[in-house]
Nanobody, 122 residues
């Protein structure tokens, strides 16, 4: 069992920055990939970014490239999502998750956090 806890969400204005954190605990041995997804009510869950254990691999959805940066601190079992130049369209619940493979598909992620709300006002 793996537990994931997100934090850092909140209400910001367009153009602002926000950093999300997600800390994993439990039996995480095989879960080399940590990723971020987001979801708006009535919409499909959307891939945001992912990173592997060695940090040699990072992946971003096209709409986030150049604005969002994923990183991780393995000593803390924590992944971060630095979000810059936020837009109202970024408003969503952001979830972190872990997987055994590099993937942008939600189906490939085994454990999920409860999510943190990010609201961007105009």
């Amino acid at each position: 069992q793996v537990q994931l806890v997100e934090s850092g969400g909140g209400l910001v204005q367009a153009g602002d920055s926000l950093r999300l954190s997600c800390t994993a605990s439990g039996r995480i041995f095989s879960y080399y990939v940590m990723g971020w997804f987001r979801q708006v009510p009535g919409k499909e869950r959307e891939f945001v970014a992912a990173i592997n254990l060695s940090r040699s691999y990072t992946s971003y959805a096209d709409s986030m490239k150049g604005r969002f940066t994923i990183s991780r601190d393995n000593a803390k079992n924590t992944v971060y999502l630095q979000m810059n130049s936020l837009k109202p369209e970024d408003t969503a619940v952001y979830y972190c998750a872990v997987a055994t493979v590099r993937s942008s598909r939600s189906e490939d992620y085994r454990y999920w956090g409860q999510g943190t709300q990010v609201t961007v006002s105009s």
